[in-house]
């Protein structure tokens, strides 16, 4: 059954911006982030070997810390099997 009496209205068309306008922000904040790792990449050559010599003794030591937390988890897991064990054989009797 069609509508009686109705008026059709077409739809208003959406105010379209253009490619400018769309990225106009972003263009300015890229190519100031741009500038600023050029400047910042002409005085990074000094301080690689430090950052290197940082990141270096941190994982070292990420490296001791992870070990030991899974030493202590093995030996944790074996004494919680070995002690299932014991009980199981004392309450098989």
Do not use: C, P
Request: charged fraction near 15%; hydrophobic fraction near 50%.
């Amino acid at each position: 059954m069609a509508y009686q009496n109705v008026e059709v209205i077409e739809a208003q068309n959406k105010h379209e911006k253009s490619w400018f306008n769309r990225f106009k922000y972003k263009l300015g904040a890229g190519a100031a982030a741009v500038s600023t790792a050029v400047v910042s990449t002409a005085h990074a050559a000094d301080d690689l070997t430090a950052v290197g010599t940082a990141v270096t003794g941190q994982l070292s030591s990420a490296q001791t810390i992870v070990v030991g937390i899974l030493v202590a988890a093995a030996t944790i897991t074996a004494i919680i099997i070995g002690y299932r064990k014991l009980n199981k054989g004392a309450n098989a009797a």
